[in-house]
């Protein structure tokens, strides 16, 4: 009567319990990807079509445009997903993973699961790290399934204008800058398990259009630190040209801040009463 | 060892709610210990902290010699828990739920069949189309699949229906007998009355009393009350508890020696005096 948990047991808990999460929101999971699976191609297919609307702007009207520093010409499908796509990547992939996080730790206690989950034979520590896991994994897989309906859709409508280069480098900064949203709205629900979507879905809108008006008041030296404000400008140096240009200054005050934000919550959540 | 140890726990919630204090009771293993209180007196803070759910401010909470919070894990290890408040993951079917349950505990599924028909639950049903009764059969299966030596449970039988709380007993006695330690939270007097060997009665976060069964079920404890015209300048004798004085009145429980106790009254002047068998009903109204 009783037992032991040895390692081999608590693998195979932890690993039901990895499942466990992909399963029950396996439904919501495939209508998301569904949903920004069909923007980004429908974001493609656009590709010829912008290209003819382009070619008949006047040359006066285009060149007053490129004087103030708008470009949008499009050699390749590359270039103009390197303009275009990113938006659907980036916020529509972050609002996703973020919600599929806050789901992730609220669920439970939400729906009062969490007195048959956290009353088992694993730990805290265990549990949180399963779900901080799942956060992960999701982010992973679901970048990489963007990148190959992309590059499918590329191959449909323009398969020359492919430059591997740069599209692997998006794929590579978008994964970087979904792990970053992912582990701060991780952290940020660590502290606050019952709450609803708000902070799930508030937290990358306000941070893209943090972004927008960062690369709308680029010219202006005073407010140019506004651009370090979000992690979205990752994205926005990349070119054909420069494919690996990024702003690591972005990048490492946000590293920070999530490191920060996750130990913080981390620890919070290990000592409240659930 | 005992398999539950509380020692002068005392908890505190925001704004200065007292979940509980001073409460101190110990379980050994084969016994079955009943907990009853209202609503609010404290049980599930308890048995909340048991289960590691919240730390409590001060004092030793330990099942199996294992700190409750900062060795949850361990301690919940041989631990079978049916909550009050039941919430399932709706999609999975009872097979499915139980064997999750079990892999939490890394215990294999042997006992799933036997249990499940014992109490008549269909496995093949999702949990989200049971009903309440249905429900707690539920977490009474993955209480008891896991062969636990503790079992924590909070009004298990609430729902049940009395053929299925009659099944309920049966298989508590057995665990019982195989030396499993059991921590039953109710409502229900009689069925602690029924199957428990101790109580616990908490008021107001504070463990009140614990009472043997066997002085309620043996009729060892009675509820005198009498009136005398006499002043008495003492009146004590042993076996004799909670003495309340209201001018003449004189009311006491007692679990002494009746001859001596009819010595003692006949030499007094009494008019007027009541003799009852003190059952648990009575003794937990005694509180308030």
């Known amino acids: ?274 | 060892m005992f398999a539950i140890e509380v020692a002068d726990i005392k908890k505190v919630y925001d704004k200065n709610i007292v979940g509980v204090e001073r409460v101190s009771f110990n379980i050994k293993y084969g016994e079955i210990f009943g907990f009853i209180g209202p609503n609010g007196a404290g049980k599930s803070t308890t048995i909340r902290a048991l289960m590691g759910l919240l730390k409590v401010d001060s004092g030793l909470i330990n099942i199996e010699g294992f700190d409750c919070f900062t060795e949850g894990s361990k301690a919940r290890e041989n631990v079978g828990y049916v909550p009050s408040e039941l919430s399932f993951y709706n999609s999975m079917t009872v097979r499915k739920y139980i064997e999750f349950i079990l892999k939490q505990k890394g215990r294999n599924f042997e006992r799933i069949d036997e249990l499940c028909t014992y109490f008549e639950l269909n496995q093949n049903r999702k949990t989200g189309e049971l009903s309440l009764g249905n429900k707690k059969k539920l977490a009474i299966v993955c209480a008891l699949a896991c062969t636990p030596k503790v079992l924590i449970m909070d009004e298990a039988t609430t729902g049940l229906d009395p053929i299925m709380q009659q099944k309920f007993f049966d298989i508590l006695q057995k665990e019982k007998k195989k030396g499993t330690a059991i921590l039953l939270s109710s409502h229900n007097l009689n069925e602690i009355q029924r199957c428990c060997d101790r109580v616990g009665i908490i008021k107001n976060g504070i463990l009140v009393a614990v009472k043997e069964i066997g002085e309620f079920q043996n009729k060892l404890l009675k509820h005198i009350v009498f009136e005398t015209k006499s002043n008495l300048l003492e009146f004590r004798l042993d076996g004799m508890e909670d003495l309340k004085v209201e001018g003449n009145r004189y009311e006491f429980n007692f679990n002494g020696n009746l001859a001596m106790l009819i010595n003692l009254l006949s030499g007094i002047d009494i008019y007027n005096i009541s003799i009852t068998d003190v059952d648990l009903n009575d003794e937990f109204l005694r509180w308030y």
């Open chain 1, 1 to 274: 009567m009783g037992c032991k948990m040895d390692k081999t047991m608590k693998k195979r808990a932890i690993n039901s319990l990895y499942c466990l999460e992909f399963n029950l929101q396996k439904k919501s999971i495939i209508w998301w990807f569904a949903v920004l699976a069909v923007l980004l191609i429908i974001e493609i297919a656009f590709y010829p079509l912008m290209n003819m609307m382009i070619g008949v702007i006047p040359d006066d009207v285009y060149n007053d445009f490129t004087d103030a520093g708008i470009s949008f010409s499009f050699d390749s499908v590359t270039e103009y997903f390197l303009l275009q796509g990113v938006e659907v990547l980036a916020l529509g992939g972050a609002l996703f993973l973020c919600c599929f996080v806050a789901s992730l730790l609220t669920r439970d206690f939400k729906g009062g699961q969490s007195e048959l989950l956290y009353t088992n034979a694993l730990n805290r520590n265990d549990i949180i790290m399963t779900k901080y896991a799942n956060a992960l994994t999701m982010t992973v897989l679901f970048n990489v399934v963007m990148l190959v309906v992309e590059l499918l859709m590329m191959c449909i409508v323009d398969i020359k204008g492919i430059v591997f280069v740069p599209l692997i480098t998006l794929f590579l900064y978008c994964l970087i800058l979904h792990l970053i949203l992912v582990s701060l709205v991780f952290g940020i629900y660590l502290l606050k398990v019952k709450s609803g979507f708000g902070i799930a879905i508030a937290i990358p809108l306000l941070l893209y259009f943090v972004t927008i008006i960062a690369l709308s008041i680029s010219h202006n030296d005073a407010l140019k630190f506004i651009e370090f404000l979000t992690p979205f400008t990752l994205l926005y140096e990349i070119t054909i040209e420069s494919p690996f240009k990024v702003n690591w200054y972005s990048f490492a005050i946000y590293v920070v801040v999530v490191l920060a934000v996750l130990g913080f919550g981390y620890k919070k959540f290990k000592k409240r009463d659930l």
